[in-house]
């Protein structure tokens, strides 16, 4: 199960913007933020933090106009990483 938490690592000044780390039984596997300094369509970032990832071909960041495109969007690219992993155990190439 994913989950948020709140997190915010960056400097004071931008202590008012929302922040998290997704979680999946209790393990770090990206980040959900507002942007600093947003532009129409881009407020929310997102990254898939998973090692190897990019292997997958699918996005690892990207932007989303609100919290819930962010993480519809992260979701996306999680799962898609989730079926090449299948994908690639059920080959045999491990």
Do not use: C
Not at 88 to 94: A, I, L, V, Y
Request: aromatic letters at 12%; proline letters at 5%.
């Amino acid at each position: 199960m994913l989950t948020l938490r709140q997190f915010n690592i960056g400097p004071p000044v931008y202590a008012h913007l929302l922040d998290y780390v997704v979680l999946e039984d209790g393990q770090s596997i990206g980040r959900i933020r507002e942007e600093r300094e947003p532009k129409p369509g881009r407020e929310w970032f997102w990254s898939l933090t998973i090692t190897g990832a990019h292997w997958a071909g699918v996005p690892t960041w990207g932007y989303g106009a609100s919290l819930e495109a962010a993480k519809a969007a992260f979701r996306a690219s999680l799962d898609g990483y989730r079926a090449w992993l299948a994908r690639d155990s059920d080959s045999g190439s491990s």
